[in-house]
């Protein structure tokens, strides 16, 4: 019997560029406290029997300089994800940086072209989003790629059957829990600076009975739902 696994989702290391808005900082990791996580995420998945997987959005440079090395150190598989818009611009990674990760045994992943709801995509923006973003990306690295990370957790039934149709094998959401739904829609533990996260206490809390039920409920809403306008 296959294993459970839980994936925990990270953004930027270290301190938040000073154009980043209040509300967004909190997703900013210590690089101590992110090293600290790691260790502690690799004893919790041994000792509760699950796989740990490890993502992060959004692309920042601090992924290919402070992650990926510990990361690697620890033996932990990783996918980053990155917006086709921002490669090689500004604080986030270029392509070398991609390809230097891909020869570190990681995976990339599309989050869109512009990080912009893909709920709220339409016509020419929705293809963008789903279909050219995954071009750009593939022509930059070199490969295929087959797994997305949805911008906000922003999704419903017209934005799942968009991913399949583009070619994408996985989705990852914003959506607390392990495993996911179905084999295409996957979960993952967000980190918050101003939030709990200790991994051992959410692998305890993802395997109550009550909890999934509850969690079901809301996730089956979201992946039901039908776009409006």
Known sequence: MTRPHITLLFHGI??????????????????????????QSIAAARDHDVNLYVTFDDGYMSDFTVAAPVLARHRVE????????????????NAANLRDLQQM?????????????WRDARGPAFREELVDAKAVIEDTIGEAIDTAAIPFGSY?????????????????????????PTPFLQRRFC????????VAQL???A???????????????????????
């Not at 210590?30 to 090293?35: D, I, K, N, Q, S």
């Not at 419903?156 to 996911?180: C, E, K, M, T, Y």
């Not at 980190?191 to 200790?198: K, L, N």
Request: hydrophobic residues 35%; contains cysteine; glycine residues 12%.
């Open 156 to 180: 419903d039934r017209r934005v799942l059957a968009g991913l399949r149709d583009a070619g994408f094998r996985l989705a990852f959401n914003s959506d607390p829990g392990l495993d996911g």
């Open 191 to 198: 980190y918050r600076g101003d939030a709990p996260f200790e």
């Open 78 to 93: 990783a996918c980053f994800f990155v917006c086709a818009g921002r490669i090689g611009v500004g604080p986030y990674t």
């Open 14 to 39: 270290g301190e938040p560029p000073d154009y980043e808005p209040e509300n967004v900082r909190p997703y900013w990791i210590p690089p101590e406290r992110f090293e600290q996580i790691i260790v």
């Open 207 to 229: 395997k109550s009975p009550r909890w999934r039920a509850q969690r079901n409920v809301v996730e089956f809403w979201k992946r039901n739902r039908i776009s409006m306008g």
């Open 105 to 117: 045994g990681f995976s990339i992943g599309s989050h869109g072209y512009h990080h912009v709801p």
């Open 203 to 205: 692998v305890r809390q």
